[in-house]
Nanobody, 122 residues
């Protein structure tokens, strides 16, 4: 598994971004995929998770109703659509593979992308 995240950038509050995370390996569909984020001086925190087939998703309370996680196993890619962005969403966003659908902590994931910076201005 080799994950490459992209799609971050600078956006005004209320705007949208779509993050992508592509896997160059051959086992993408066998992994639960998650998104985490880490703001300066803070611990890495869970954002969203999607099951192997994409039918089940779950979110941290602070993004429910604003963010949507999805995956396309044919393209070995997981997405995070982020709407109604707030300044407090500013962080480096990481995709991760592994764990189980109930995993919400970083130590439960085996593989990580390099992170993509999201900055939301007020």
């Amino acid at each position: 598994v080799q994950l490459q995240a992209s799609g971050g950038g600078l956006v005004q509050a209320g705007g949208s971004l779509r993050l992508s995370c592509a896997d160059s390996g051959r086992t993408f569909s066998s992994y639960v995929m998650g998104w985490f984020r880490q703001a300066p001086g803070k611990e890495r925190e869970f954002v969203a998770v999607v099951s192997w087939g994409g039918s089940n998703t779950d979110y941290a309370d602070f993004v429910k109703g604003r963010f949507t996680i999805s995956r396309d196993n044919a393209k070995n890619t997981v997405y995070l659509q982020m709407n109604s962005l707030k300044p407090e969403d500013t962080a480096v966003y990481y995709c991760a593979a592994g764990g189980s659908y109930t995993s919400r902590t970083p130590d439960k994931y085996n593989y990580w992308g390099q992170g993509t910076q999201v900055t939301v201005s007020s």
